[in-house]
């Protein structure tokens, strides 16, 4: 009940406060930049208020499904990642396309979510989103170095849902 009524009564203006232009633009920046990197494609998606017909389903359903609403799995090589933050319940989940999961175990994705979800808990959202984007970073480059031919085929962009 706590729960419905948190994602009920916070306006989405909260979302831009936690996230502003500037600092989606540096999330995009580090995005671009570490996909030139390693053959992944990264997307960032953050929600503050889930939809009624959401609230029932966990953070990682959620974010299971939004990798198939973004099209985060419309790569050539299978080799999306969604990073998804559920702002008002500050929580974060890692989905990873199959050509990634082959290689990278779960365990790896949950690591950088914990160490995010702390830096939220200090309410340094971006920093702490920044954090994670460079262990990502670390992860696909170690398993998915860029080599040859290497295409954006997702936006950098963040997304406000």
């Known amino acids: 009940m706590v729960r419905l009524v948190r994602h009920l009564l916070i306006p989405d203006w909260w979302v831009r ?7 989606l633009e540096r999330i995009g ?5 570490s996909e030139r990197l390693h053959h992944g494609e990264i997307c960032f ?10 609230l029932s389903a966990s953070c990682r359903a959620r974010a299971e499904e ?10 050539a090589g299978n080799c999306g990642v969604l990073l998804y933050v559920q702002l008002v319940d500050r929580d974060i989940e890692i989905v990873a396309d199959r050509g990634i999961a082959a290689r990278v175990a779960q ?32 992860l696909l480059a ?20």
């Open 45 to 54: 998606a953050v929600e503050g208020g889930l939809p009624l017909q959401a």
């Open 107 to 138: 365990s790896e994705w949950e690591a950088i979510c914990r160490v995010m979800e702390e830096s939220f808990r200090k309410n340094e959202f971006v920093s702490g989103t920044l954090e994670g984007i460079e262990r990502i970073t670390t």
């Open 142 to 161: 170690r398993n998915f170095p860029a080599e040859g031919v290497n295409p954006n085929e997702l936006p950098d962009r963040p997304r406000l849902l």
């Open 29 to 33: 920046q580090a995005i671009a930049g």
């Open 17 to 23: 406060k936690s996230f502003p232009r500037s600092a």
């Open 66 to 75: 939004l990798f198939g609403l973004l099209k985060v799995w419309d790569t």
